[in-house]
């Protein structure tokens, strides 16, 4: 009998422990979240001056890239 309240104790302890550990999955995907954010800017703003700058005339092509490559990554986070 002992025995069998011992091992519901370790048993409610483990599954206690292991809930707790759950809770804290979704801060670890904010953070994720806004480095893919950072990420997805960073490169659709490297493409599109690879792609559109480098023929261009325009005097802030780069600075546009930038602020459609924020608008873009948004708007697919959004989605």
Excluded: V
């Excluded at 370790?10 to 809770?23: T, V």
């Excluded at 904010?30 to 493409?47: E, F, H, P, R, Y």
């Amino acid at each position: 009998m002992i025995q069998l309240i011992r091992f519901s104790a370790l048993a409610f302890c483990i599954m206690f422990s292991a809930m707790s550990n759950a809770a804290d999955i979704p801060d670890d995907d904010i953070g994720t979240s806004d480095l893919s954010q950072d990420t997805c800017i960073s490169q659709a703003t490297q493409n599109c001056i690879d792609n559109m700058c480098l023929t261009s005339e325009e005097i802030d092509c780069e600075d546009n890239c930038g602020k459609m490559a924020q608008d873009k990554c948004a708007q697919q986070a959004d989605d």
